[in-house]
T-cell receptor, first 113, second 114 residues
Framework: DGGITQSPKYLFRKEGQNVTLSCEQN?????MYWYRQDPGQGLRLIYY???????QKGDIAEGYSVSREKKESFPLTVTSAQKNPTAFYLC????????????FGSGTRLTVV | KQEVTQIPAALSVPEGENLVLNCSFT??????LQWFRQDPGKGLTSLLL?????REQTSGRLNASLDKSSGRSTLYIAASQPGDSATYLC?????????????FGGGTRVLVKP
């Protein structure tokens, strides 16, 4: 079955550590996105990528980094520069050339310990 | 900058009653509007996608309307069931040239009581 896989489901980070969240899709979608969700709030865009080897900052990119070396993969690194990283992170993908909307993964919950 | 608002933030209804969820957006230059469902601790499930040229979309008990000129969309869920309890999010997509990015509302948390 085609879809988006995010791993791990739960992640714990110590102060000062960098951690990487995985996002893989087998939908052959061009574009991929990372969103952050805080309790009781909507989703905010962190980074997005429309093609391989290219990505753009979203509304809250500070403290995060991404790479897009393969069409299927769009990992997100939460760096030590992100002061409040505890949140629910969602990855999504879409077809740029058609109006099919977004498909989302099941999310990764990151907690700072 | 596009802003999306969902009212009410929470809604509680008895089983069988129809649900009406509202979404408004400030910039009418959208590519499409999408309604999602989110269960606690889970990802988003797409319910309906309305393209900017369409007025409404229907799927089973769900119907969503779109009025671009007034910046409004409404999601109707007929004959609600306890299984409909979830948070419903609407999101508007900007033009493709701007990355087709989605801007989300804060969501409406729905509780359907048996």
């Amino acid at each position: 079955d085609g879809g988006i896989t995010q791993s791990p489901k739960y992640l714990f980070r110590k102060e000062g550590q960098n951690v990487t969240l995985s996002c893989e899709q087998n939908l052959n979608h061009d574009a991929m996105y990372w969103y952050r969700q805080d309790p009781g709030q909507g989703l905010r865009l962190i980074y997005y990528s429309q093609i391989v080897n290219d990505f753009q900052k979203g509304d809250i990119a500070e403290g995060y980094s991404v790479s897009r070396e393969k069409k299927e993969s769009f990992p997100l690194t939460v760096t030590s520069a992100q002061k409040n990283p505890t949140a629910f992170y969602l990855c999504a993908s879409s077809i740029q050339s058609a109006n099919y909307g977004y498909t989302f993964g099941s999310g990764t919950r990151l907690t700072v310990v | 900058k596009q802003e999306v608002t969902q009212i009410p933030a929470a809604l509680s209804v008895p089983e069988g009653e129809n649900l009406v969820l509202n979404c408004s957006f400030t910039d009418s230059a959208i590519y499409n509007l999408q309604w999602f469902r989110q269960d606690p601790g889970k990802g988003l499930t797409s319910l309906l996608l309305i393209q900017s040229s369409q007025r409404e979309q229907t799927s089973g008990r769900l119907n969503a309307s779109l009025d671009k000129s007034s910046g409004r969309s409404t999601l109707y869920i007929a004959a609600s069931q306890p299984g409909d309890s979830a948070t419903y999010l609407c999101a508007v997509s900007g033009i493709k040239a701007a990355g087709n990015k989605l801007t989300f509302g804060g969501g409406t948390r729905v509780l359907v009581k048996p």
